[in-house]
């Protein structure tokens, strides 16, 4: 039998025990809930590649249009996935070092070229050296336009003055020698015997002061004893044209005082400086010069005479266009040195001055020509 105590003592500790399972259930549901919210919280924090890694969605495929290009571009972004995360590897070579900039060296100053001396130009067999009228010297480039001579002038022979060429053993040259009113009385028989081949007779010239066209004192005289001794005749104009209508003039002058004679050599075109004074010719430059021989040269060889254009080298080269007038007319060289360094082809050549020949009272000129004009 219980004792009335004890009995409400035990049906006072059923609620108690309620409670107490009552409080722990709510105690788990609580933890529960605060387990979910921190694990949602770190999954809500997590980096976004890692998202994708862990729970990929499948894109939708959409038709775009792409500019010519850019297609590969995108097809390559599609299939690979490439985001800008993925490139960060490029952060692990950032240089904190500091910038240097290289400053550009400057080029080096070209070297100046060389100035050939004249020792140089004068061997390189491209240049020949001219002397102008004012006595300055000037360096002149060989031109390849225009014939260069071939003689052998080991085949000269010279006997007491008189110069005669030879090839393949034969002698090919003609002799002849200059003549005007300034060399006296002349024996043209006696030249004839002394192995003289032609005359070259000054037939005029124009005044270089007044301008004036003159007939030689002596030249009808002349070439009518010359060719009545059996010699060959050419004959010389000395030119002081200002323009092409004076050669023209000075060259009709020739015509016409030849009417009367046959010649077989050429009409040589003589201009020159006159030493100590002024000349007519010194208003002229280069070209009027080229243009005014010509113009006289052309006359003539349209009337059926041949002709030549004397010269220096120091005239042919320094005083004339080159390349316009030696390439169609021959060339009287006058030159007195043992071998000529005029380059380019002549046909005659006035070797030697101040000569006393056989026959002819005062000083005279050897030429000889190269060619012999009798035969052409």
Avoid: C
């Amino acid at each position: 039998m219980r004792i009335p105590e004890e009995h409400e003592e035990r049906g006072s500790g059923t609620p108690v025990v309620y409670t107490v399972i009552v409080v722990s259930v709510l105690i788990l549901v609580v933890l529960a809930l605060v387990f979910m919210t921190n694990s949602r919280q770190r999954s809500h924090n997590r980096p976004k590649n890692q998202l994708a890694q862990a729970t990929p969605t499948a894109e939708p495929e959409v038709d775009v249009e792409f500019a010519e290009g850019q297609e590969d571009i995108e097809t390559l972004y599609r299939e690979h996935r490439l985001r800008s995360e993925d490139l960060d590897f490029w952060d692990m070579y950032q240089d904190d070092s500091p910038l240097v900039i290289v400053e550009p060296t400057a080029s080096p100053s070209p070297t100046p070229s060389h100035e050939p001396t004249d020792e140089e130009l004068a061997a390189d067999g491209e240049h020949v050296q001219v002397t102008l009228k004012d006595g300055t010297q000037e360096w002149v480039e060989i031109s390849r336009k225009i014939p260069l001579y071939t003689y052998d002038f080991t085949n000269i022979k010279i006997t007491a003055g008189k110069m005669e060429y030879f090839q393949d053993g034969e002698k090919v040259s003609q002799l002849g020698v200059d003549l005007s009113r300034e060399s006296g009385n002349i024996d043209f028989e006696a030249l004839k015997n002394a192995g003289i081949d032609f005359v070259m007779l000054k037939l005029g010239s124009r005044g270089y002061e007044t301008g004036l066209l003159t007939l030689d004192e002596n030249f009808e005289s002349n070439i009518t004893k010359a060719q009545s001794a059996g010699l060959e005749v050419g004959v010389s104009f000395f030119s002081q044209a200002v323009t092409e209508a004076e050669a023209q003039e000075e060259a009709k002058f020739i015509v016409d005082h030849l009417i009367p004679y046959q010649i077989s050599y050429p009409v040589a075109y003589e201009m020159e400086y006159i030493a100590n004074d002024t000349s007519r010719i010194e208003i002229l430059g280069k070209k009027e010069k080229t243009q005014v021989a010509k113009a006289f040269l052309s006359y003539l060889e349209k009337e059926g005479f041949d002709t030549i254009l004397y010269g220096t080298k120091n005239w042919l080269l320094g005083e004339l266009e080159s390349e316009e007038i030696l390439t169609e007319y021959d060339v009287l060289l006058g030159d007195q040195t043992p071998i000529p360094d005029y380059p380019y082809q002549f046909r005659m050549w006035k070797y030697a001055t101040g000569q006393k020949v056989n026959g002819v009272e005062k000083e005279t000129a050897y030429i000889i020509s190269f060619v012999d004009y009798t035969r052409r």
